[in-house]
């Protein structure tokens, strides 16, 4: 006699494994985050959800701080990551909000994920 627990364990192991597969291309649209003199300054419109897993692993793994400049190469790239790091005229209020920007953007997708 087959119970209902013996079909559900059955039906677990039947499940197929998700295949992930990399792209040949990465390509993603990007907006423009901020300018500085006239040169503008990018981040993915919508970031890959492994960008916002690998903030959460530098916040587990270092601080906090650590986690967010991470965060904001990973996003901007290294050349705007360098470009906003060389700009001394930036003030804190601008970089709470690009900051704040950056972090909104790439955890946006994994907040609409766990809640599903």
């Keep these: 006699m087959t119970t209902a627990n013996s079909r559900n364990k059955k039906s677990s192991l039947e499940r197929k494994a998700i295949a992930l597969v990399t792209p040949e ?9 901020f300018t500085i003199d006239e040169d503008e ?23 906090e701080n650590y986690a967010m400049a991470q965060l904001m190469e990973d996003m901007l790239g290294k050349a705007g990551w360098d ?5 001394d005229a930036l003030t804190e209020d601008e ?10 953007l790439a955890m946006g997708g994994a907040e609409k994920s766990a809640k599903n």
């Design 25 to 33: 291309v990465l390509q993603e649209e990007r907006v423009v985050l």
């Design 41 to 63: 300054y990018t981040v993915p419109a919508k970031p890959r959800p492994n960008v916002s897993l690998r903030f959460m692993r530098n916040l587990k793994d270092h601080d």
């Design 83 to 87: 470009a906003l790091c060389d700009f």
């Design 95 to 104: 970089l709470t909000q690009i900051m704040d920007q950056v972090q909104n």
